[in-house]
Nanobody, 124 residues
Framework: QVELVESGGGLVQTGGSLRLSCTAS????????MGWFRQAPGKGREFVAT????????YYADWVKGRFTISRDGASNTVYLALNSLKPEDTAIYYC?????????????????WGRGTQDTVSS
């Protein structure tokens, strides 16, 4: 059974930075993707970024615009998300995901493993 455990969320001021981590256990194949969605209060779950584990291809939501960077450490099965130039509208619960999304990397339904989420709050 796959388990995803996130860490690194918190409270930061506008313009600040955070680094999220997600460590996976129980993954038996390298042919998967891991990454992040987020959900703000009163809104649906929104794609942020994902990385294909074996080829390291990365995908970002258009609105990220270079502010966030996804990376991974194969030795520890950990994916990271560096969030820079944070804005109050980035306030959300950030969820780690894993799965085999094929070409549909932006769809939450394409992933079958989810972490519990980590709260990121950006104050103005």
């Amino acid at each position: 059974q796959v388990e995803l455990v996130e860490s690194g969320g918190g409270l930061v001021q506008t313009g600040g930075s955070l680094r999220l981590s997600c460590t996976a256990s129980g993954l038996t194949s390298s042919r998967y993707a891991m990454g992040w969605f987020r959900q703000a209060p009163g809104k649906g779950r929104e794609f942020v970024a994902t990385i294909r584990w074996n080829v390291r291809n990365t995908y970002y939501a258009d609105w990220v615009k270079g502010r966030f960077t996804i990376s991974r450490d194969g030795a520890s099965n950990t994916v990271y998300l560096a969030l820079n130039s944070l804005k109050p509208e980035d306030t959300a619960i950030y969820y780690c995901e894993a799965g085999r999304p094929g070409p549909q990397v932006v769809l939450a339904t394409a992933y079958d493993c989810w972490g519990r989420g980590t709260q990121d709050t950006v104050s103005s």
